[in-house]
């Protein structure tokens, strides 16, 4: 939506944000459309969804609304990365050991501590000992 192609009444609509599309007919729950810092989205309770384009938000229908919550939520680059290797259990935490790549480089975590690799470990020669060994060295240091 553009300045230039902005029309009166479409200048009144838009401030009369946000708009109720109308209720989920599964649970009763209202659903508004709204233009937020990041864009047009949809809101049903605390649930959003984002919405393709501004002039969306004065035609989107109730069953379009409900088809974009029956989708995933998308992140975009916060989306968590898949683990690069799952290593085994940790006998402190007994939960999985996972080897990730993070913004600081590669690292493994139980879910709760996190311990980068150090200078001579290796992505592809990682083993479950030396993960448990860098996971409890972290824990001794916090």
Do not use: H
Request: aromatic content about 4%.
């Amino acid at each position: 939506m553009t300045l230039e192609r902005v029309t009166f009444e479409d200048a009144l609509q838009l401030l009369s944000l946000p708009r109720t599309v109308g209720l989920d007919p599964s649970d009763g729950q209202e659903i508004t459309v709204q233009n937020g810092p990041y864009g047009p989205y949809l809101k049903k309770g605390s649930d959003t969804r984002n919405i393709a384009t501004e002039e969306e938000l004065l035609t989107i229908s109730l069953e379009q609304c409900l088809d974009l919550l029956a989708q995933p939520k998308k992140f975009g680059r916060r989306a968590a990365k898949p683990p690069l290797k799952e290593l085994g259990i940790d006998p402190v935490s007994e939960k999985p050991i996972l080897l990730k790549d993070g913004q600081w480089g590669p690292y493994v975590t139980d879910g709760s501590t996190n311990a980068s690799l150090q200078l001579g470990d290796s992505v592809e020669e990682i083993t479950d000992e030396r993960a448990v060994e860098l996971l409890a060295e972290r824990r001794a240091k916090v």
